[in-house]
């Protein structure tokens, strides 16, 4: 969503601007009687809506599927779209027991009830978040998802942003729900079902446009977005367009080529055995803080390929980036990213991911807000993980125990 931050006409205080915004989000999410309705930039304008308004740190949205599950439709940042593909995945957590009940689920500090949800607690924790507000998008008896509102602080959010949160879900419902009676029963199915599926090819073409640009995925994303509106595109077809080359990278994000467009990655199985696989992800390249989301969706995609179950995959992928980002942050601390390697293996019982970099450690000045939660958070996540620098570089290994059922 592009905000609007000019000052609404006759000028005006800080409350009456914060009203206009408030006026302006309503009438945005309102506005779903058009043809090309595109549900998912709608949602991903819902949590924009709530960043913006609400004082929170992060939003999203799961919605209902059709085999009775919940899926992640929408997220306004990286770590929330991690802590909610976790909670569509594990089927547990404070959203997916408001989708289920109805009713909105509210946790103000995380920590102190983890017995109520413990996967999801934990996995909140790492990312960050200690609190989590879920609001039902609900019309009457009909229940097709919930709004997550994540904070970093235990005092959650106050109860008149909480009341304009349930407002903006109500009425993106009602919104959603029009379409059906706009054209035929059916619709809604089968625009939640093309919102569900879109989410995974927009978020392949967000990696893509930040791997080849430099871009932070959320400004790749926010491009991406501007193109699709200045050329009247739906979100997700425009998406595809650049997935499968059909639209070029280099038009909707205009800059000089860099060496992320010639950067290769390999991927090898090797047999070591007569019913043993040993399976090997080893990727060298330059990389920077908006190549990250491309080498993360690269690991992932390697998790999968060599069986992993989704908690481990989880663990693996969050602990692999968030050493692949302490790499970018400290190795080459002032410098446009630099030389990083990342190996994976699945072995027998064990899956090891290795994390070289070749800078120089730095404590960045001022230190961080985040500072030193990378290397506890992988800790928390794996077997072992051992950390050994020398004048030459820095190498992470990670290790995790499979279970053998």
Same mark, same amino acid.
């Given at each position: 969503?592009?905000?609007?931050?000019?000052?609404?006409?006759?000028?005006?205080?800080?409350?009456?601007?914060?009203?206009?915004?408030?006026?302006?989000?309503?009438?945005?999410? *309102?506005?779903?009687?058009?043809?090309?309705?595109? &549900?998912?930039?709608?949602?991903?304008?819902?949590?924009?809506?709530?960043?913006?308004?609400?004082?929170?740190?992060?939003? $999203?949205?799961?919605?209902?599927?059709?085999?009775?599950?919940?899926?992640?439709?929408? *997220?306004?940042?990286?770590?929330?779209?991690?802590?909610?593909?976790?909670? *569509?995945?594990?089927?547990?957590?404070?959203?997916?027991?408001?989708?289920?009940?109805?009713?909105?689920?509210?946790?103000?500090?995380?920590?102190?009830?983890?017995?109520?949800?413990?996967?999801?607690?934990?996995?909140?924790?790492?990312?960050?978040?200690?609190?989590?507000?879920? &609001?039902?998008?609900?019309?009457?008896?009909?229940?097709?998802?919930?709004?997550?509102? &994540?904070?970093?602080?235990?005092?959650?959010?106050?109860?008149?942003?909480?009341?304009?949160?349930?407002?903006?879900?109500?009425?993106?419902?009602?919104?959603?729900? @029009?379409?059906?009676?706009?054209?035929?029963?059916?619709?809604?199915?089968? @625009?939640?079902?093309?919102?569900?599926?879109?989410?995974?090819?927009?978020? @392949?073409?967000?990696?893509?446009?930040?791997?080849?640009?430099?871009?932070?995925?959320?400004?790749?994303?926010?491009?991406?977005?501007?193109?699709? #509106?200045?050329?009247?595109? #739906?979100?997700?077809?425009?998406?595809?367009?650049?997935?499968?080359?059909?639209? #070029?990278?280099?038009?909707?994000?205009?800059?000089?080529?860099?060496?992320?467009?010639?950067?290769?990655?390999?991927?090898?199985?090797?047999?070591?055995?007569?019913?043993?696989?040993?399976?090997?992800?080893?990727?060298?390249?330059?990389?920077?803080?908006?190549?990250?989301? !491309?080498?993360?969706?690269?690991?992932? #995609?390697?998790?999968?390929?060599?069986?992993?179950?989704?908690?481990?995959?989880?663990?693996?992928?969050?602990?692999? !980036?968030?050493?692949?980002?302490?790499?970018?942050?400290?190795?080459?601390?002032?410098?446009?990213? $630099?030389?990083?390697?990342?190996?994976?293996?699945?072995?027998?019982?064990?899956?090891?991911?290795?994390?070289?970099?070749?800078?120089?450690? @730095?404590?960045?000045?001022?230190?961080?807000?985040?500072?030193?939660?990378? &290397?506890?958070?992988?800790?928390?996540?794996?077997?072992? *993980?051992?950390?050994?620098?020398?004048?030459?570089?820095?190498?992470?290994?990670?290790?995790?125990?499979?279970?053998?059922?």
């Amino acid at each position: 969503m592009h905000r609007d931050t000019r000052p609404p006409p006759g000028g005006g205080d800080g409350e009456r601007w914060r009203e206009h915004r408030i006026a302006r989000a309503f009438v945005s999410l *309102a506005d779903t009687m058009v043809d090309e309705f595109d &549900l998912a930039e709608f949602l991903h304008m819902l949590v924009d809506h709530c960043v913006d308004l609400l004082g929170v740190e992060a939003a $999203g949205v799961l919605l209902a599927d059709q085999r009775g599950g919940v899926r992640t439709a929408a *997220a306004s940042s990286e770590r929330a779209e991690l802590l909610e593909v976790f909670a *569509a995945d594990t089927d547990g957590g404070p959203c997916v027991e408001c989708v289920r009940t109805g009713v909105p689920v509210v946790s103000t500090d995380l920590a102190a009830e983890a017995h109520r949800w413990p996967r999801y607690a934990a996995a909140a924790a790492l990312c960050g978040y200690r609190a989590v507000h879920a &609001l039902p998008m609900r019309l009457r008896r009909e229940v097709i998802g919930a709004l997550s509102l &994540l904070g970093t602080e235990t005092d959650g959010v106050d109860p008149t942003s909480i009341r304009l949160g349930q407002a903006l879900a109500d009425v993106a419902t009602i919104g959603i729900l @029009q379409q059906r009676d706009i054209e035929r029963a059916d619709l809604v199915t089968e @625009q939640l079902r093309t919102a569900l599926d879109s989410r995974v090819v927009i978020e @392949q073409a967000k990696g893509m446009l930040a791997a080849h640009s430099d871009l932070t995925p959320e400004k790749a994303f926010t491009a991406l977005r501007a193109y699709a #509106r200045t050329h009247h595109h #739906r979100l997700s077809d425009l998406a595809r367009q650049v997935v499968d080359g059909t639209t #070029r990278t280099s038009t909707i994000i205009t800059r000089p080529p860099t060496h992320h467009d010639r950067e290769r990655s390999r991927v090898s199985s090797e047999s070591t055995g007569a019913e043993r696989l040993t399976n090997a992800l080893h990727h060298r390249a330059h990389l920077s803080v908006g190549s990250l989301a !491309y080498v993360r969706r690269l690991l992932t #995609r390697w998790a999968t390929s060599v069986g992993l179950d989704s908690d481990t995959t989880h663990a693996v992928v969050l602990s692999g !980036y968030e050493a692949l980002a302490n790499a970018v942050e400290h190795a080459y601390l002032g410098q446009d990213g $630099g030389e990083v390697e990342l190996h994976a293996t699945r072995e027998g019982g064990e899956v090891t991911v290795v994390v070289v970099d070749h800078g120089r450690w @730095q404590i960045p000045s001022p230190r961080p807000v985040r500072r030193g939660r990378g &290397l506890v958070l992988i800790r928390g996540l794996s077997a072992r *993980a051992d950390v050994s620098s020398t004048a030459h570089g820095t190498t992470v290994t990670m290790t995790w125990l499979l279970d053998p059922n």
